[in-house]
Protein backbone atom coordinates (compact mmCIF):
# COMPACT_ATOMS: atom_id res chain seq x y z
CA UNK A 1 0.00 0.00 0.00
CA UNK A 2 0.67 3.66 -1.04
CA UNK A 3 2.45 4.75 2.69
CA UNK A 4 0.77 8.30 2.18
CA UNK A 5 -2.40 6.39 1.26
CA UNK A 6 -2.23 4.77 5.10
CA UNK A 7 -4.75 7.45 6.84
CA UNK A 8 -7.74 6.69 3.79
CA UNK A 9 -10.22 4.16 3.94
CA UNK A 10 -10.60 1.04 2.13
CA UNK A 11 -12.73 3.26 -0.16
CA UNK A 12 -10.70 6.09 -0.50
CA UNK A 13 -8.21 4.20 -1.62
CA UNK A 14 -9.47 2.51 -4.37
CA UNK A 15 -11.14 5.53 -5.58
CA UNK A 16 -7.46 7.44 -5.51
CA UNK A 17 -6.20 4.17 -7.83
CA UNK A 18 -9.07 4.72 -9.88
CA UNK A 19 -8.29 7.84 -10.84
CA UNK A 20 -6.24 7.30 -14.29
CA UNK A 21 -9.02 4.95 -15.35
CA UNK A 22 -11.87 7.82 -14.94
CA UNK A 23 -8.99 10.24 -16.59
CA UNK A 24 -8.74 8.61 -19.20
CA UNK A 25 -12.17 7.19 -20.04
CA UNK A 26 -13.21 10.82 -19.56
CA UNK A 27 -10.59 12.61 -21.83
CA UNK A 28 -10.69 9.84 -24.61
CA UNK A 29 -14.47 10.28 -24.41
CA UNK A 30 -14.56 13.42 -24.45
CA UNK A 31 -15.55 13.71 -27.98
CA UNK A 32 -17.82 11.51 -28.14
CA UNK A 33 -15.62 8.60 -29.36
CA UNK A 34 -13.38 6.46 -26.96
CA UNK A 35 -10.57 5.45 -30.45
CA UNK A 36 -7.83 2.95 -30.22
CA UNK A 37 -5.96 5.29 -30.58
CA UNK A 38 -6.50 6.81 -27.10
CA UNK A 39 -7.23 3.09 -25.43
CA UNK A 40 -3.50 2.12 -26.42
CA UNK A 41 -2.50 5.77 -25.19
CA UNK A 42 -3.38 5.26 -22.08
CA UNK A 43 -2.17 1.07 -21.89
CA UNK A 44 1.40 3.17 -23.11
CA UNK A 45 1.43 5.96 -20.40
CA UNK A 46 0.25 3.42 -17.68
CA UNK A 47 3.18 1.17 -18.58
CA UNK A 48 5.27 4.35 -18.72
CA UNK A 49 4.18 5.61 -15.29
CA UNK A 50 5.72 2.21 -13.75
CA UNK A 51 8.92 3.47 -15.02
CA UNK A 52 9.12 6.67 -15.25
CA UNK A 53 6.99 8.44 -12.64
CA UNK A 54 7.97 10.70 -10.34
CA UNK A 55 9.61 9.24 -6.81
CA UNK A 56 7.40 10.03 -4.94
CA UNK A 57 4.20 8.18 -7.30
CA UNK A 58 6.43 5.13 -8.19
CA UNK A 59 4.50 3.11 -5.40
CA UNK A 60 0.91 4.84 -6.50
CA UNK A 61 1.34 4.13 -9.99
CA UNK A 62 2.68 0.40 -9.06
CA UNK A 63 -0.72 0.19 -7.42
CA UNK A 64 -2.97 1.81 -9.62
CA UNK A 65 -1.98 0.39 -12.95
CA UNK A 66 -1.82 -3.18 -12.10
CA UNK A 67 -3.95 -4.71 -14.81
CA UNK A 68 -4.24 -1.51 -16.03
CA UNK A 69 -5.82 -2.71 -19.64
CA UNK A 70 -8.01 -4.80 -18.25
CA UNK A 71 -9.81 -2.31 -15.35
CA UNK A 72 -10.12 0.48 -18.39
CA UNK A 73 -11.77 -1.93 -20.69
CA UNK A 74 -13.95 -2.88 -17.93
CA UNK A 75 -14.64 0.77 -17.10
CA UNK A 76 -15.35 1.65 -20.57
CA UNK A 77 -17.80 -1.37 -20.60
CA UNK A 78 -19.30 -0.63 -17.48
CA UNK A 79 -19.69 3.50 -18.11
CA UNK A 80 -22.37 4.87 -20.02
CA UNK A 81 -22.15 4.53 -23.60
CA UNK A 82 -23.79 8.76 -23.93
CA UNK A 83 -20.75 11.05 -24.30
CA UNK A 84 -23.00 13.58 -21.68
CA UNK A 85 -24.04 10.78 -19.03
CA UNK A 86 -20.31 9.34 -19.05
CA UNK A 87 -18.46 12.20 -18.49
CA UNK A 88 -21.31 13.42 -15.74
CA UNK A 89 -20.40 10.43 -14.07
CA UNK A 90 -16.70 10.63 -14.26
CA UNK A 91 -16.41 14.24 -13.56
CA UNK A 92 -18.36 13.15 -10.22
CA UNK A 93 -16.17 10.63 -9.12
CA UNK A 94 -13.32 13.16 -9.90
CA UNK A 95 -15.02 15.79 -7.94
CA UNK A 96 -15.12 13.24 -5.22
CA UNK A 97 -11.74 12.83 -4.97
CA UNK A 98 -11.44 16.71 -3.46
CA UNK A 99 -12.11 15.07 0.11
CA UNK A 100 -9.38 12.25 -0.14
CA UNK A 101 -7.17 15.08 -1.58
CA UNK A 102 -7.14 17.32 1.30
CA UNK A 103 -6.52 14.36 3.93
CA UNK A 104 -3.36 13.71 1.81
CA UNK A 105 0.11 15.56 2.68
CA UNK A 106 0.50 18.55 0.37
CA UNK A 107 3.61 18.00 -1.26
CA UNK A 108 2.18 14.70 -2.35
CA UNK A 109 -1.02 15.82 -3.12
CA UNK A 110 0.23 18.37 -5.59
CA UNK A 111 2.36 15.92 -7.11
CA UNK A 112 -0.38 13.62 -7.58
CA UNK A 113 -2.55 16.12 -9.31
CA UNK A 114 -0.30 17.10 -11.75
CA UNK A 115 1.00 13.97 -12.80
CA UNK A 116 -2.53 12.81 -13.86
CA UNK A 117 -2.78 16.43 -15.42
CA UNK A 118 -0.34 15.19 -17.86
CA UNK A 119 -2.01 11.64 -18.09
CA UNK A 120 -5.22 14.20 -19.00
CA UNK A 121 -2.61 15.82 -21.62
CA UNK A 122 -1.03 13.06 -23.28
CA UNK A 123 -4.19 11.14 -24.21
CA UNK A 124 -5.84 14.48 -25.58
CA UNK A 125 -3.43 14.39 -27.83
CA UNK A 126 -3.10 10.88 -29.04
CA UNK A 127 -5.87 11.41 -31.38
CA UNK A 128 -5.69 13.99 -34.33
CA UNK A 129 -2.97 16.25 -35.74
CA UNK A 130 -0.23 15.18 -37.74
CA UNK A 131 0.33 11.29 -37.87
CA UNK A 132 -2.31 11.35 -34.94
CA UNK A 133 -0.49 13.40 -32.33
CA UNK A 134 -0.18 16.91 -31.12
CA UNK A 135 -3.64 17.80 -31.45
CA UNK A 136 -6.38 18.20 -28.63
CA UNK A 137 -10.05 18.72 -29.75
CA UNK A 138 -12.45 21.40 -28.59
CA UNK A 139 -14.09 18.85 -26.20
CA UNK A 140 -10.67 17.55 -24.69
CA UNK A 141 -9.62 20.94 -24.20
CA UNK A 142 -12.59 21.38 -21.71
CA UNK A 143 -11.42 18.73 -19.47
CA UNK A 144 -7.29 18.59 -19.62
CA UNK A 145 -6.92 21.00 -16.52
CA UNK A 146 -9.41 18.83 -14.88
CA UNK A 147 -10.74 21.44 -13.05
CA UNK A 148 -13.18 19.71 -11.21
CA UNK A 149 -10.10 18.37 -8.91
CA UNK A 150 -9.33 21.61 -6.48
CA UNK A 151 -5.83 22.04 -7.59
CA UNK A 152 -4.04 21.03 -4.29
CA UNK A 153 -1.15 23.89 -4.82
CA UNK A 154 -4.10 26.59 -3.61
CA UNK A 155 -4.88 25.17 -0.85
CA UNK A 156 -4.05 27.16 2.76
Do not use: C, H
Request: hydrophobic fraction near 40%; charge should be neutral; proline fraction near 2%.
Amino acid sequence: MVKEFEILSQSERELMYSLPIYVAVLIAGADGDIDNREVSRANNLANDKLKNARKDLISYYNEANENFEDKLKMAIANLPSGTTERQKLLVEKLKSANEVFDKLQNKYAISLYSSLKEIAKKIAEASGGVFGYMAIDFEESKLIELKMIKDPSTRK
